[in-house]
């Protein structure tokens, strides 16, 4: 549990800052700056979840943990 509030804290940060960049830097309307910022949080939260899954599954076939 503690791991995936990390996770989502972090996509959240991440959306936010992807979001700026666009909203601000780039100058693009409201809307498809939200959805750049939302579709990079949700993609940066299935990548690292997976990335969490990928390195427990890889830790118990070598027989660590």
């Keep these: 549990m503690k791991r995936i509030l990390t996770l ?11 979001f700026a960049l666009f ?3 780039a100058g693009w309307n409201l809307q498809p700056a939200v959805n750049i910022g939302l ?3 949700l993609g940066g939260l299935v990548t ?6 990928m ?11």
């Design 8 to 18: 989502a804290i972090a996509s959240l940060i991440i959306g936010t800052v992807i």
């Design 23 to 25: 909203y601000w830097g």
């Design 39 to 41: 579709s990079g949080a």
């Design 48 to 53: 690292e979840y997976a990335r969490s899954f």
């Design 55 to 65: 390195e427990r599954r890889s830790r118990r076939k070598a027989g660590l943990k």
